[in-house]
């Protein structure tokens, strides 16, 4: 399988891939994998997702002091996908976040260096 994708970026939530055909990589969109479930998000929908997260993250931050270290209560993550809302715990969210960012900036990584970056 894994001659099959090109990993981006992963953490132990989750993982985030380009699929390929024939050796050809598709960057029109990533594949993300967490949580038991997929989903393939453009950058604009990934930018989207991001802002969804840090909403929530704003509204449900109040497990600071808490016996359960953030992971008890479940909330709803609206996602770029309308019909789809994703039940999470604050530590998922930040997993989420983690690997939404991380995927992000490694695209801007790699896009710089190929692009303005080069000399």
């Known amino acids: 399988m894994m001659k099959q994708i090109e990993k981006i970026y992963g953490n132990d939530f989750g993982m985030a891939f380009y699929w390929k055909r024939e050796e050809a990589v598709l960057t029109e969109k990533v594949q993300f994998v967490f949580k038991e479930m997929g989903f393939y998000f453009t950058v ?9 997260i840090e909403d929530s993250a704003a509204k449900n931050r109040c497990c600071a002091n808490c016996e359960m270290k953030n992971g008890c209560v479940k909330f709803l993550l609206k ?28 695209i801007s990584m790699k896009e710089y260096v190929a692009g303005v970056g080069r000399n």
């Open 79 to 106: 996602t770029p996908c309308s019909q789809i809302d994703l039940a999470v715990s604050m530590t998922e969210l930040n997993s989420i976040q983690d690997l939404v960012k991380g995927t992000l900036f490694k």
């Open 44 to 52: 604009s929908e990934m930018e989207e997702f991001t802002a969804y």
